[in-house]
């Protein structure tokens, strides 16, 4: 059973940093892709990145260009979010997400989330 448990949310003053943790479990880490999505209040869920674990080929948001680094450590089956400079539009609830693509991952299993407050 594919479980992912994030962690790492909490809440920050803009222009500061926060590093998301996806922890995987329960499939072959390397072959799927993993990736980052938030739901702010009010919205629907967004994509903000995700990485493909077997090359780590990775894509991003263009609100999140330039601010948010995706990146992988397969001898702990975990996914980072390294979050810098966060504004608060960032403010969301961050949910990861395992699929075989990037290109599919909302089809795949999440997680639970954690939560992002940013104030301003």
């Known amino acids: 059973e594919v479980q992912l448990v994030e962690s790492g949310g909490g809440l920050v003053q803009a222009g500061g940093s926060l590093r998301l943790s996806c922890a995987a479990s329960?499939?072959?880490?390397?072959?799927?892709?993993i990736g980052w999505f938030r739901q702010a209040p009010g919205k629907e869920p967004e994509g903000v990145s995700c990485?493909?674990?077997?090359?780590?080929?990775?894509y991003y948001a263009d609100p999140v260009k330039g601010r948010f680094t995706i990146s992988s450590d397969s001898a702990k089956n975990t996914v980072y979010l390294q979050m810098n400079s966060l504004k608060p539009e960032d403010t969301a609830l961050y949910y990861c997400?395992?699929?075989?693509?990037?290109?599919?991952?909302?089809?795949?299993?999440w997680g639970r989330g954690t939560r992002v407050t940013v104030s301003s």
């Open positions: 997400a395992a699929h075989y693509h990037c290109s599919t991952i909302e089809f795949g299993s």
């Open positions: 329960g499939f072959t880490f390397a072959d799927y892709a």
């Open positions: 990485i493909r674990i077997s090359d780590g080929s990775d």
